[in-house]
């Protein structure tokens, strides 16, 4: 019961680099989500996504881009990294936005922008 | 912003209940209770979630106060792999868009002490 599972756990980036966090999850969510976790607070939504196909955005989704091309994969991308973007990236999925289905998320990767 | 108020700590003696508060005086009537808990360099774990009557599960018993404005989230044998940040959220049943995306605050830092 593999749930969400996220790679890599860990990356260093070089300021102006690129690079995609991978997203899977084995449950058929439609919806899926990121998240960003900075030290010492919450979780804020970068972009999130209620099918294949479809995608929107967060509260925090300058500097980003996601793409949905199934319902598995949920893949984000920093184009030019920068040190802001250095953080804690979670991904979570759920049955459905609509009812009361939680969300389950991946155990995160920890990205550092230097 | 979150539209939940929590303490920012508290400690409680292996074995004895953790009584978590949370305050949501502005819950409209269609948004559940969540809770959700964040292990050390873990992603966020369901706990259990509320509409108005008290809910008890596997992991916790949450109480719902007549007039939905507070709950407290019981855990009635804590023990040290309880230690966590603890979200409470408010969210609506019905929604579209980004507004069923969890919201989270600071929470509560339990620290269960031997």
């Known amino acids: 019961n593999a749930g969400v599972t996220q790679t890599p756990k860990f990356r260093i980036l070089k300021i102006g680099q690129s690079m995609t966090l991978q997203c899977a999850q084995d449950m058929n969510h439609n919806y899926m989500y990121w998240y960003r976790q900075d030290p010492g607070m919450g979780l804020k939504l970068i972009y999130y996504?209620?099918?294949?196909?479809?995608?929107d955005k967060g509260e925090v989704p300058n500097g980003y881009n996601v793409s949905r091309s199934t319902t598995e994969y949920f893949p984000l991308r920093l184009e030019l990294a920068a040190p802001s973007q250095t953080s804690v990236y979670f991904c979570a999925s759920s049955g459905t936005a609509r009812g009361i289905q939680p969300q389950h998320f991946g155990d995160g990767t920890r990205l550092s922008i230097l | 912003d979150a539209k939940t108020t929590q303490p920012p700590s508290m400690d409680c003696a292996e074995g004895r209940a953790a009584n978590l508060p949370c305050n949501h005086s502005?819950?409209?009537?269609?948004?559940?209770v969540y809770w959700y808990r964040q292990i050390h360099s873990q992603g966020p774990q369901y706990i259990i979630h509320?509409?108005?009557n008290n809910e008890t599960n596997e992991m916790a018993s949450l109480i719902i106060t007549e007039d939905r404005k507070s709950s407290t989230l019981i855990l009635p044998h804590a023990t040290l792999r309880d230690t966590a940040v603890y979200y409470c959220?408010?969210?609506?049943?019905?929604?579209?868009?980004?507004?069923?995306?969890?919201?989270f605050g600071k929470g509560t830092k339990l620290s269960v002490k031997p």
């Open positions: 996504s209620v099918g294949a196909g479809i995608t």
């Open positions: 509320g509409l108005k």
């Open positions: 502005t819950i409209s009537g269609n948004e559940y």
């Open positions: 959220i408010v969210r609506p049943l019905n929604y579209g868009g980004s507004q069923g995306n969890l919201i």
